[in-house]
């Protein structure tokens, strides 16, 4: 069952290509790779004959010339194009020739209208940033477009003209594209609006036949890089349907050889050539010796390769095998080893629905991620040559990882950027691998990577994954009865539902004080202990929609909305201006580092005007973001710190303790091991059961666990009592899979005299844990405590989390 299968590939392949010795080449779909004969057929064209630059007299010039306007009907025709219905405009590479379309439609009265397909590569995505308005597109957009429900672009403009661009295959999973989608747009013409389409066929002509035999259907922009199907030149075409020519006559610029006159002394004015479209556009020197390496190259892979039918049949033959290999590969657990992303080898292979390109992911037995940097180190030493990452292709690879807006810009702000080392953020993948196979794979090369993949990625023997304490083990120990966090400092409560797992990170649980309120005077953060009302502001946080909302349970002062957002991506154009407050920001923390302010007037009106004080909303840089310090945030509650005379037991040897969440408080004096980077708070429900019966016996009105603003609550699993204040004695706790490091106790202030429920001050439980809890004239309550990273490879060590309902164990 080999259909499709090329042999005569094996028999040619070390001959035609030496530079591949034990090498394994599988990226294909970055530059396929130039015969020995294409480079031998091109030095003898060069040596046999004199070439001179194009479009002079002389006998060497017209030779260039001749050849170059011989080798454009042959580049027309390798794509099954008729030259009286389409013209072939050489440019550097496919990027050259988009660029050169957007030139062109940006001088269009209006400006255009832009739509392109998620699949696209960033090349066409850029065109965006001339347009007048944009929008990203998946099957589905482009559908109720192209019948006629929806516009392309939603966003009302004058504009009268659009481009549709869409890849005719992902460069990302190799999936292709219904290229119908250009005739299908064309119909939509009409007097009051032009679609133009710009097809990008990069990917797609590397192993495949691109057909434009009926001009009638086909897009009106094509473009692609020459490299990408026979390894050699380094060109580019722009192929532009005649017929829809003109309006690339429209853009401004013009290069030398596009212009039949210039005049520049006393009058500015110029005739551009106007006997076809390529004189015109083709700005300067032509890339006069890649074209007639373009020539060689045509000539020479018909002799080796016959059609682009073949190699279609050929690759996709071999890219189905890879696909089935490394989809098929399990670690001794059956768990699989890696997680696909080109969907098309699914289903019945069909070239139409897919390229040769196999897309996935690696796992270990835990369904940990496996680091495809790591991946790539590896792969580097035994000469496999693949490509993981990004791969220019935003849209195709956040669809494939589930990665959000926000979550992007979370990783990009804590640190990382396309090409750098880590790619796993919060339990998610940033990148992935991409093999690609090519007219001159064999099949050896598929089964050498297979047996790569199984050899240094399936386990064969799995170590069982730490699993989460169940409720029998741990009768009579304590369980999580409730998780809060304060996205906003000293404001409102964010109760964790029963059933989330909520991430813990290394400066504390996920969105917990992410944010907080500034003076605008003095740049101090606000507090409750001043502010009670802050209390009454509630903040949710909206993954989907990528947004924190805050809403104020009090009366609302007049005119402010009910509810104000802000997005939970880090875009700089959400921070106020030059002019930002920096000066101010610094003197909060004392640092380099510094909150950024939030420019939106609504959002700081809407703040000070409730608290009836001037303050802006300002957000932490995210952790980790190496502007000289590694967790800013946690730097900042630090400085904000009253003063302590803390001395480490050892000097130099331990940072500073944590600040409590509001930073009102400060820690017990006791040595502290770890980092200062975790301040999650803790209390106990036993405690706080004593600290209300002395409340009551006293006449006084019991405190909610809320005053303490804790991240955690804990209480009995059973019914037996447990002992008041043991938490002072703790040294560590296991939450589920979670372990955890007591820093010490929490020092308590009047804040926790604010009724979180209605911002009203009591004098309880202050008053009474005043008579009870003082050490050394210092009041506690709650225990400071900072997540343990596990060093497992596991789901759970890559996204660790802690959840409502899980048993807790004490070290003491
Ligand atoms: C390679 C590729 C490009 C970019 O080509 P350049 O030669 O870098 O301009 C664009 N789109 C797709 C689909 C590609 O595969």
């Known amino acids: 069952m080999e259909t499709g299968y090329n042999r005569n590939v094996e028999e040619f392949r070390e001959k035609e290509y030496p530079m591949l010795a034990d090498a394994v080449y599988l990226d294909h779909a970055g530059t396929t790779l ?40 042959k580049a027309l025709r390798f794509f099954n194009a ?14 050259a020739g988009i660029k050169l379309v957007m030139e062109a439609l940006r001088e269009c009265d209006g400006g255009f209208k832009y739509g392109y397909h998620r699949a696209a590569h960033t090349s066409l995505i850029g065109v965006r940033e001339n347009a007048v308005s944009s929008q990203c597109l998946v099957d589905l957009d482009v ?50 609006s032009t679609t133009y389409t710009l097809l990008d066929a990069s990917a797609f002509v590397s192993t495949a036949q691109l057909d434009l035999g009926d001009a009638n259907t086909a897009p009106d922009f094509t473009v692609l890089s020459f490299y990408k199907i026979f390894g050699f030149p380094d060109l580019g075409a722009l192929i532009v349907r005649k017929e829809s020519g003109a309006i690339l006559q429209e853009r401004r610029y013009f290069g030398g050889g596009t212009v039949d006159m210039v005049l520049c002394v006393k009058e500015q004015w110029h005739v ?55 989809a098929n590969l399990r670690h001794s657990n059956s768990e699989p080893v890696c997680v696909m992303h080109s969907h098309g080898f699914n289903s019945k292979p069909s070239p139409h629905m897919q390229g040769p390109i196999v897309a996935f992911n690696l796992k270990n037995s835990h369904g940990a991620w496996v680091s495809n940097t790591e991946f790539e180190k590896l792969a580097a030493v035994r000469k496999f040559h693949v490509r993981s990452g990004g791969l220019c292709n935003p849209g195709g690879v956040a669809a494939c990882l589930n990665l959000e807006p926000w979550e992007m810009r979370q990783n990009f702000s804590s640190g990382f950027k396309c090409g750098t080392e880590a790619d796993i953020y919060g339990g998610k993948i940033t990148g992935v691998i991409r093999a690609s196979v090519g007219a001159m794979s ?74 907080c309120l500034v003076h605008w005077g003095t740049g101090q953060a606000l507090s409750q202990k001043r502010h009670p009302r802050m209390a009454l502001l509630r903040p949710m946080i909206d993954f989907e929609g990528g947004l924190l909302h805050v809403r104020y349970q009090g009366t609302l002062p007049q005119g402010l909305p009910k509810e104000i957002s802000v997005p939970l991506s880090e875009n700089p154009a959400f921070y106020s201006g ?8 610094s003197r909060v923390c004392g640092e380099a580092v510094v909150t950024r302010m939030y420019g939106k007037k609504e959002i700081n009106k809407y703040f000070s005007e409730i608290l009836g004080v001037s303050c802006v909303l300002a957000r932490f840089p995210a952790g980790g973001s190496g502007f000289g310090t590694r967790h800013s945030k946690a730097h900042m509650q630090k400085h904000q710190r009253p003063k302590t005379d803390f001395v480490p037991d050892v000097p130099g040897t331990f940072p500073a303790p944590p600040t409590p969440p509001d930073s009102d408080s400060e820690v017990q004096k006791r040595p502290i091991l770890l980092s200062n980077e975790s301040p999650i708070l803790a209390i106990n429900r036993a405690s706080l059961d004593a600290l209300n019966e002395e409340i009551i016996r006293s006449g006084g009105k019991p405190a909610s666990a809320s005053v303490f603003r804790a991240n955690v609550v804990l209480a009995s699993a059973t019914s037996e009592r447990q002992e008041p204040y043991s938490e002072d004695h703790w040294t560590g706790l296991r939450i589920g899979r979670q372990t955890f490091q007591m820093l010490g106790s929490c020092r308590r202030c009047h804040m926790i005299c604010v009724d979180q429920d209605s911002a009203e001050k009591n004098e309880e439980p202050f008053v009474t844990l005043a008579k009870t809890r003082r050490f050394e004239s210092k009041i ?18 890559q996204y660790p989390t802690i959840r409502v309902g899980e048993v807790v164990l004490i070290e003491s």
């Open 82 to 95: 008729d030259p009286d219905e389409f013209d072939l405009i050489f440019v550097a590479n496919a990027t």
């Open 780 to 797: 506690f309550f709650g225990s400071h405590m900072c997540h343990i990273p596990s060093k497992e490879l596991t789901k759970e060590g």
């Open 272 to 326: 551009p050539k106007a006997q076809s479209l390529h004189e015109s556009l083709e700005d300067g020197t032509l890339p006069f010796h890649n074209i007639l390496a373009l020539d060689a190259a045509i000539a020479t892979h018909k002799q080796l390769y016959g059609t682009m039918d073949q190699i279609s049949q050929h690759a996709t033959f071999l890219a189905q095998r890879l696909y089935d290999g490394l």
């Open 578 to 585: 030059s002019e930002s407050k920096k000066s101010l920001s």
């Open 143 to 192: 559908e109720r477009w192209l019948s006629g429900r929806e516009s392309l672009v939603d966003e009302e403009t004058g504009s009268k003209t659009n481009l549709f661009a869409f890849p005719a295959q992902s460069n990302m999973d190799g999936r292709r594209l219904p290229l119908s989608w250009a005739s299908r747009a064309r119909k939509l013409n009409n007097s009051t």
């Open 442 to 515: 064999t099949k050896s090369d598929a089964e050498a990577f297979i047996s790569f993949v199984d050899e240094f990625y399936c386990e064969t023997v799995t170590s069982p994954p730490v699993s989460p304490l169940s409720v029998s083990q741990s009768l009579g120990h304590l369980f999580v009865e409730s998780l809060t966090i304060y996205p906003i400092k000293s404001c409102g409560g964010l109760e964790i539902p029963p059933e989330t797992g909520w991430e813990v990170r290394p400066e504390g649980l996920a969105w917990d004080r992410e944010w």
């Open 34 to 73: 130039y015969s020995k004969s294409l480079m031998e057929r091109f030095t003898a064209d060069m040596m046999g004959n004199l070439f001179g630059n194009p479009h002079s007299a002389s006998g060497s010039s017209q030779l260039s010339t001749h050849r170059i306007e011989d080798i454009r009907l």
